[in-house]
């Protein structure tokens, strides 16, 4: 089990080299408030000092301590190992530098503190520094700023609120251990570091209480209660250790020497705790929780490792390889949008929506449902009215009275009617236009990573098949149009469907005849319109008429001969109609799908090569948004620190865990 903290080291500098917080590793995060001593308590564990010290915010950024224990300098110099110091450390952030003096790594982290802050501001970026050294147990802890009340100096208003936040941010981690320093001689019911403590881990299964300054307490006054857990229980324990005084650190007193202080004070106040407080035993009980804390983490983060190397290694995949070949780049993508253009009208795309009807399906529906039942609803006597017909007839009839229906007058009529289907015609034409212009916009949204990369050859290819569709569309309408035209061209009474005029006459003669009409007395019987009186001033001599300005009687009741005129009329229309509605619903769709759908399918691809495969263009086009690029770099970046977590990972094996 020694071997997981350095393992989980190593993991920490990988993941801090990409600057990603998608790993949550397990790691002791120290929470107190200022001047609380938590630099000493970590000093304690180096055994060295090396820590910045001052009054306010001294810690002002993260930093990230390894503690990784070495063989002693005698014996490294046996394995001929090449740094002659018997304790060492290095900043993540110094490539290859090595600092063998612990002043200058105080000088260190204090520069590189003043690099990315401003006058006592904090910043989330982490200082990663790990030491070397016999003296130390291997151990990942992050020292945080403490926290404070009051702004000092230029620090913002809301430096309380930017401090609890980060605090939150690492110890929200649910595999970090949460280490809460709390003097002595302060009440430990109102301590931040547990306050904040107890709202990420409420069950205090990852904190461990650390208790400082023991020595500086009240005469009189022990903190025997608090050590053994009676005023406030830890689930981790607490353990209670002596900081060195200002006066020590004044006369520069070694921690070994502080160290043996700290027993005997222990040894004099605490005798029963005594082997269960002092630096010492911190350090062995930290890096004891900290290897069985990564033991039951290391299940879950193997998973965690493996799924999102598959995940990386796929959004690497979408993000595509830089362009070697723009001529062999440029028709892959022409050929991929066209194949995805076609089989979207097929039906055979990859990508079917569920949520709406798209492409071939959509025109389908406007053919057989949108279309069809437009043309349905259309009566074929919508809009004639007896008077209408029988006005027609006589028209037709000229100054002679007709004795059988006029032709001219059924033909006159019908081609009003038949000329209705035109406009939903080309309102068809129009609908399967538009859902050819929304293809575009659903292959662009489902295309391959490679298009949305270049997004001029995106817009240069939308423009091209928007200009093949615009073109098109006045050749389908005046197609459709003609279709119409051909009907009213010439209407075919010897349609095998149409009913004979005859027959139509026969039928309606004899349907008057059942309902007692008096068919015989027809000839002899005068139109209204032939009564004088029904023409006001019709004779008058002293009075001027102009006969055509006499309004025709909106409604009057119809003799049976008009009766009977009127009803072969409409019967022959009705029947023509419907012979020609049905074939304008046969063929407009069929006209739609030759001179447009199949056109564009046919033609698609070799309009978009002819219209972009040109050598001064394919630079142009093939420019990569600066976008992917860097996302490419990133997620590249990502997917090789994850090959090498699971690389590290993977040497361990199953009895390094117990």
């Given amino acids: 089990m020694e071997t997981l903290i350095p393992i989980i080291n190593r993991l920490q500098e990988v993941f801090l080299t990409v600057g990603s917080e998608i790993i949550q590793l397990p790691q002791i995060v ?26 306010g915010i001294v810690t002002r950024r993260p930093l990230v301590l390894q503690l990784v224990t070495v063989p002693p300098l005698e014996e490294r110099r046996k394995q001929d190992n090449g740094i002659k110091a018997e304790e060492w450390g290095t900043f993540l952030h110094c490539k290859n530098q090595i600092f063998t003096d612990f002043s200058e790594i105080r000088k260190e982290i204090e520069e590189e503190t003043d690099r990315c802050t401003n006058n006592k501001g904090i910043s989330p970026e982490p200082i990663n520094l790990k030491i070397y050294s016999p003296n130390v147990l291997s151990l990942t802890l992050v020292d945080l700023p403490g926290i404070t009340k009051v702004p000092v100096g230029d620090q913002p208003e809301d430096i309380e609120t930017q401090v609890r936040e980060m605090i939150l941010s690492y110890i929200s981690n649910p595999n970090s ?18 306050k904040l403590a107890r709202e990420v881990d409420t069950d205090g299964r990852r904190t461990l209480l ?36 200002q006066h020590d ?20 106040h605490y005798p029963s705790l005594a082997s269960r407080c002092g630096s010492r035993y911190l350090a062995r009980t930290l890096s004891r929780l900290l290897m069985h804390h990564i033991r039951d983490c290391l299940p879950e983060l193997k998973t965690r490792v493996t799924v999102l190397t598959a995940q990386y290694q796929s959004r690497l995949n979408s993000c595509g390889q830089p362009v070697e070949d723009q001529s062999a780049t440029l028709l892959q993508i022409v050929t991929k949008f066209a194949a995805d253009y076609c089989n979207t009208i097929e039906g055979t795309a990859r990508h079917i929506q569920t949520s709406e009807l798209c492409g071939g399906a ?74 050819l212009q929304r293809i575009i916009q659903h292959c662009s949204a489902y295309s391959t990573q490679e298009l949305l990369r270049f997004p001029k050859l995106h817009d240069s ?22 279709l119409v035209a051909i009907e009213l061209a010439y209407i075919n009474t010897k349609h095998p469907d149409f009913t004979d005029a005859a027959q139509v006459s026969a039928s309606v003669n ?129 997917l090789e620190a994850l090959k090498k977590a699971s690389n590290i990972i993977s040497e361990i094996r199953e009895t390094h865990l117990w």
């Fill in 30 to 55: 120290v929470v107190g408030s200022q001047s609380s001593g938590k630099s000493s308590v970590l000093e304690s564990l180096v055994g060295r000092d090396f820590l910045p010290r001052g009054s």
């Fill in 177 to 194: 251990l949460i280490l809460c320093v709390s003097p002595a001689n302060s009440d430990l019911a109102t301590s931040d570091a547990l």
């Fill in 210 to 245: 650390v208790v400082s300054k023991l020595d500086l307490m009240d005469a009189g006054t022990d903190a025997l209660e608090v050590l053994l857990g009676r005023i406030i229980p830890v689930r981790l324990g607490i353990i209670g250790v002596v900081n060195r005084s």
């Fill in 249 to 268: 650190l004044n006369t520069q007193k070694s921690l070994a020497d502080s160290c043996k202080d700290e027993q005997v004070f222990l040894q004099r």
């Fill in 362 to 435: 959509r025109i389908c529906y406007i053919f057989h449902e949108t279309f069809g039942r437009t043309l349905q609803s259309i009566d074929p006597l919508g809009g004639l009215n007896e008077l209408d017909v029988l006005t027609a007839i006589r028209n037709a009839t000229g100054p002679r009275p007709a004795l059988f229906v006029p032709e001219v007058s059924f033909e006159l009529l019908v081609k009003k009617q038949i000329k209705r289907l035109e406009e939903p015609s080309l309102r068809c034409v129009e609908l399967v236009h538009e859902e």
């Fill in 461 to 482: 290819i939308v423009e091209v098949v928007t200009s093949l569709l615009r073109k098109r569309l006045p050749i389908t309408n005046e197609m459709v149009h003609n």
């Fill in 510 to 638: 004899s349907q008057q005849a059942e309902a007692g009409d008096g068919g015989k007395r027809w000839k002899n019987e005068k139109m209204p319109s032939e009564d004088k009186g029904s023409m006001p001033g019709f004779g008058s001599p002293t009075k001027a008429i102009n006969l055509l300005d006499t309004a025709v009687p909106a409604s009057r009741k119809l003799s049976t001969r008009e009766q009977r005129d009127c009803e072969v009329i409409q019967q022959l229309i009705k029947c023509y109609f419907l012979i020609v509605r049905k074939s304008i619903q046969d063929s407009v769709p069929k006209t739609v799908m030759h001179f447009l759908v199949n056109f564009v399918k046919e033609h698609l691809q070799s309009e978009l090569v002819g219209q972009l495969y040109k050598q001064p263009l394919l630079q142009e086009l093939l420019i990569e948004s600066q976008e992917t690029a860097q996302q490419r770099t990133e997620v590249a970046q990502m």
